[in-house]
């Protein structure tokens, strides 16, 4: 048995935390360390099955702190490092750019400084396709690696910023990255504020589902479970240096997306409600992924099948969403929507 010790940061989100949940049972002689601060979208609850478990550890700090990051490292000797922590919501982008300034791109220079001064074997970055920006609506086209970056919100300029930061490592200090830029995620413990999860809950409430503009932009869809999988074939099996695309090859316009939803439920299609447009709204996504299929990554669920799983999961883990959404939420719910 080969025992490395890894850190996940933002271990308590959503992608994080599926990742965090697979990792602790897939390798038990790995060490996983999850190192979260616990910002709204943060939630520890999630990983109550695994905190008994001797190969989980949990440390609450900010990744901006370098004199805590940087302790970590010296004190734990981590060989590998999966970065998810992040500000990962445009509309939040859009409301208040800065401190997705300060996390995406202070924050993940803070922890290349720390993974160069101790040494690490692989330090993989989370990416997102919204960093090459948007394509047109021509269904031949699609971002590969080579695609220039081009984002358009503040977020994904924040994350394009971070890649570049990455990438300067690897050039300058020969630090072994790996950045992984993958299509819209969905699946268990969605924070109710993406366009999925928040569409499952408010048609379970018989509430109205906001859809910008016609609902006709694009998003390529991949289960979160997929990107586990994708995101461990790139951390064993990486090419140092090397930018992965991951991809569902799930196209669907929103409207699309928000209809399955409330066809599966029973619902009635009264309950969309279609709202001003997001600022700078990117068009459509769409992934090539063939450079990661060559290292032997494929996904497992079709998008029909992955969400009727969620949309059970959902309704098997109402406490969970319902908790969230009846606190501060609302208050972010009723000033970024008047529905
Ligand atoms: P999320 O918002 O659900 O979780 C982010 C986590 O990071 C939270 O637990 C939060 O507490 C933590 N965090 C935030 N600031 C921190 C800080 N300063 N220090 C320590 N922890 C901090 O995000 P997600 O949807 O799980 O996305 C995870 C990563 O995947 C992000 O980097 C995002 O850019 C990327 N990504 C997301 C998607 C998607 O569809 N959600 C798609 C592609 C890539
Ligand atoms: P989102 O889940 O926020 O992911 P991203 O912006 O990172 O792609 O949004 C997915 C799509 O759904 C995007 O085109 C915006 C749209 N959308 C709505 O129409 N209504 C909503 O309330 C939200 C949150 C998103």
Same mark, same amino acid.
């Given at each position: 048995?080969?025992?490395?010790?890894?850190?996940?940061?933002?271990?308590?989100?959503?992608?994080?935390?599926?990742?965090?949940? @697979?990792?602790?049972?897939?390798?038990?002689?790995?060490?996983?360390?999850?190192?979260?601060?616990?910002? @709204?979208?943060?939630?520890?609850?999630?990983?109550?099955?695994?905190?008994?478990?001797?190969?989980?550890?949990?440390?609450?700090?900010?990744? #901006?702190?370098?004199?805590?990051?940087?302790?970590?490292?010296?004190?734990?000797?981590?060989?590998?490092?999966?970065?998810?922590?992040?500000?990962?919501?445009?509309?939040? +982008?859009?409301?208040?750019?800065?401190?997705?300034?300060?996390?995406?791109?202070?924050?993940?220079?803070?922890?290349?400084?720390?993974?160069?001064?101790?040494?690490?074997?692989?330090?993989?970055?989370?990416?997102?396709?919204?960093? @090459?920006?948007?394509?047109?609506?021509?269904?031949?086209?699609?971002?590969?690696?080579?695609?220039?970056?081009?984002?358009?919100?503040?977020? +994904?300029?924040?994350?394009?910023?971070?890649?570049?930061?990455?990438?300067?490592?690897?050039?300058?200090?020969?630090?072994?990255?790996?950045?992984?830029?993958?299509?819209?995620?969905?699946?268990? @413990?969605?924070?109710?504020?993406?366009?999925?999860?928040?569409?499952? +809950?408010? #048609?379970?409430?018989?509430?109205?589902?906001?859809?910008?503009?016609?609902?006709?932009?694009?998003?390529?869809?991949?289960?979160?479970?997929?990107?586990?999988?994708?995101?461990?074939?790139?951390?064993?099996?990486?090419?140092?240096?090397?930018?992965?695309?991951?991809?569902?090859?799930?196209?669907?316009?929103?409207?699309?997306?928000?209809?399955?939803?409330?066809?599966?439920?029973?619902?009635?299609?009264?309950?969309?409600?279609?709202?001003?447009?997001?600022?700078?709204?990117?068009?459509?996504?769409?992934?090539?992924?063939?450079?990661?299929?060559?290292?032997?990554?494929?996904?497992?669920?079709?998008?029909?099948?992955?969400?009727?799983?969620?949309?059970?999961?959902?309704?098997?883990?109402?406490?969970?969403?319902?908790?969230?959404?009846?606190?501060?939420?609302?208050?972010?719910?009723?000033?970024?929507?008047?529905?």
């Amino acid at each position: 048995m080969i025992k490395k010790k890894i850190l996940v940061t933002g271990g308590a989100g959503f992608i994080g935390g599926n990742f965090v949940q @697979y990792m602790v049972e897939k390798y038990p002689e790995y060490e996983i360390f999850n190192v979260d601060v616990l910002t @709204y979208a943060g939630d520890l609850t999630k990983h109550q099955a695994i905190e008994k478990q001797g190969n989980y550890h949990f440390v609450k700090a900010d990744i #901006v702190e370098q004199d805590v990051i940087h302790s970590l490292f010296e004190k734990e000797k981590f060989d590998f490092v999966v970065h998810f922590a992040a500000e990962s919501h445009v509309d939040r +982008s859009i409301t208040d750019p800065g401190i997705f300034v300060q996390t995406n791109v202070i924050g993940t220079q803070v922890l290349l400084e720390a993974a160069r001064r101790v040494g690490i074997t692989k330090f993989v970055h989370i990416s997102t396709d919204e960093v @090459y920006g948007e394509l047109d609506f021509d269904p031949t086209t699609f971002f590969t690696e080579d695609t220039p970056l081009k984002p358009n919100s503040p977020y +994904s300029a924040s994350k394009a910023s971070s890649d570049l930061l990455v990438r300067a490592y690897h050039e300058t200090y020969g630090l072994p990255v790996n950045i992984t830029r993958c299509s819209n995620n969905y699946g268990p @413990y969605h924070f109710p504020e993406k366009l999925i999860p928040l569409t499952i +809950s408010r #048609v379970l409430t018989d509430e109205k589902v906001p859809v910008y503009g016609e609902g006709q932009n694009i998003r390529d869809w991949l289960h979160v479970f997929d990107h586990c999988v994708a995101i461990d074939v790139v951390l064993h099996k990486g090419v140092g240096g090397e930018v992965y695309n991951i991809g569902g090859n799930n196209e669907r316009t929103n409207l699309e997306v928000v209809k399955t939803i409330i066809q599966a439920l029973g619902k009635s299609e009264e309950l969309i409600e279609f709202v001003e447009d997001r600022l700078g709204h990117d068009k459509r996504y769409a992934i090539d992924s063939t450079k990661l299929k060559q290292l032997g990554w494929n996904p497992s669920f079709t998008f029909e099948t992955g969400i009727i799983q969620t949309i059970q999961w959902n309704i098997v883990n109402e406490e969970w969403w319902k908790q969230i959404i009846s606190g501060q939420y609302q208050t972010y719910f009723n000033k970024q929507y008047s529905i």
